[in-house]
């Protein structure tokens, strides 16, 4: 335990808080800890070894407080919602002003607007920051994205940017806006994930019929080799190759296939409708999530209309490139739905920076995000990033292949929402014109909404409908 004042707080010491708290004291910085639950103060001092030198233990929030120098940061690392207010309450009238309180956990970009606004008037600083990575990520390099005032940032940017993940020496951290601007990034950052993971379910789910466990382990290991390249497709790989001790069988089979969800996709897609976007990748995966965990009905719908055999599966060739085509899609529908965020509460986010902010750390790391990086770094029409040169000839060389897999799935009633979802949205883009001018019609037909022409300026035509 240090006798000096820490340079900078940590309350929260769940397996997220802990580890960052470690990764924090590693780098060199003193770092004074508080948990409610004091019990769990002196296991976690157990648990920092010789780290422990650089830690100041503390069981209540005054003496927290009083642990650091000022103006004091302090970082949040406790669960999202209530227990954040209640945390802020504790602290409050220990700090003075200056003091700046940085919430590192998967807030609701909302509740940190509201938040940062609330303590700005009352002279202290809140910093949203979104950190992702999980466990070993938040222990040895997680990336980081900082949303709130850009002065206050400055002041820990030396510690955040020290325990951030590193790609090609470049610190995977930045200053991205302010107030809500680092937790909504973070938060697209999860339905991207929601997307990435509900794609490589359905690729598992299209070949596992016809493959061993081990077998498909090396199918998702020799695409990790290619241009799928990226932590999820690696650690897919891995857990394919795990057997169950109790039972002898893979690992996977005896999970329970229900997927669980704490909000974040649920909320990229809530904001992405308030924002009039519509991310269909991720909207697939959410609803693929919650259908997973009816578990109920699906016995009852097996039971009505029976599961279709197995049949012969897709190429793996065309099931590679599928996922390309598909992971693009879904990427881009994500940094589409931050540039709408983007223009809406004037954040001027730097979409190349929060590419490269996710090339290593994150959960979404991937080969592609240096290549989307250096599409944000020049222009692209309509910030669609398949519209992007490179991108473009991506999704040339790999939407037939998506298009043969969907097809093929539809054809032996395998369930590809997410896949199919990417390749509505490609051929809704493909086409300049499409069929809204009927949706047009029928409102102006029972509710007299009226239509634009295309032969005629104005948005009020209306037809001389039938009665
Ligand atoms: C990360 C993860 C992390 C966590 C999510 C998962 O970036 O490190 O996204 O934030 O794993 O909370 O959320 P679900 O429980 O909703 O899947």
Redesign the pocket.
């Given at each position: 335990m240090s006798d000096e004042k820490a340079r900078i707080g940590l309350v929260g010491l769940a397996v997220m808080g802990a580890n960052l708290a470690l990764n924090i004291a590693e780098k060199g910085f003193g770092i004074a800890v508080y948990n409610r639950t004091a019990a769990r103060v002196d296991t976690f001092m157990q648990q920092a070894g010789p780290l422990a030198e650089a830690i100041t233990p503390c069981t209540r929030p005054e003496d927290l407080v009083a642990a650091i120098q000022p103006p004091r940061a302090i970082i949040l690392m406790v669960k999202a919602g209530a227990p954040v207010d209640e945390t802020i309450a504790a602290l409050l009238p220990h700090l003075s002003p200056g003091d700046m309180l940085i919430d590192a956990g998967?807030a609701d970009f909302n509740d940190t607007r509201r938040r940062a606004a609330a303590l700005r008037e009352k002279g202290f600083a809140y910093l949203g920051m979104?950190?992702?990575?999980?466990e070993d990520?938040a222990r040895h390099g997680?990336?980081i994205m900082v949303g709130g005032p850009a002065g206050n940032y400055e002041m820990i940017r030396d510690v955040v940017e020290a325990i951030a993940a590193r790609y090609r020496g470049d610190p995977c951290a930045a200053h991205l806006g302010p107030d809500g601007a680092g937790h909504f990034v973070?938060t697209v950052?999860?339905g991207i994930?929601?997307a990435d993971m509900q794609l490589i379910a359905e690729a598992y789910g299209l070949l596992r019929a016809n493959q061993t466990a081990a077998r498909l382990s090396e199918v998702f290991a020799n695409w990790n080799a290619g241009p799928l390249n990226s932590y999820l497709i690696e650690i897919t790989a891995k857990v394919l190759s795990v057997t169950d001790p109790q039972s002898g069988q893979p690992m996977l089979d005896v999970i329970v296939d229900a997927?669980?969800?704490?909000?974040?996709?649920r909320w990229t897609v809530i904001e992405a409708l308030k924002l009039g976007q519509s991310p269909s990748t991720i909207e697939a995966a959410v609803a693929a999530r919650s259908w997973s965990a009816d578990r109920g009905a699906r016995d009852t719908g097996q039971g009505l209309f029976g599961a279709p055999p197995a049949g012969a599966g897709p190429l793996e060739a065309d099931l590679e490139s599928a996922l390309l085509a598909a992971r693009i899609i879904a990427y881009g529908q994500g940094f589409a739905l931050l540039s709408a965020a983007s223009e809406q509460f004037d954040w001027s986010l730097d979409l190349a920076r929060v590419a490269e902010i996710w090339r290593a750390g994150?959960?979404?790391r991937s080969g592609l995000l240096d290549d989307i990086a250096t599409a944000f770094r020049g222009t692209i029409p309509h910030d669609e990033l398949a519209f992007a040169p490179a991108f473009a000839e991506w999704l040339q060389r790999t939407v037939p292949a998506l298009r043969r897999v969907v097809a093929h799935a539809v054809q032996e009633g395998q369930p590809v929402p997410a896949m199919s979802a990417a390749l509505s949205w490609f051929d809704t883009m493909r086409r300049a014109r499409g069929t809204a001018n009927l949706i047009q019609a029928q409102r102006d037909f029972f509710g007299a909404h009226g239509f634009a022409r295309l032969d005629a300026p104005g948005t009020a035509h209306h037809g001389d409908w039938p009665a």
């Open positions: 998967n979104g950190v992702s990575g999980g990520g997680p990336s973070k950052h999860n994930e929601y997927a669980g969800q704490k909000g974040t996709g994150c959960i979404i």
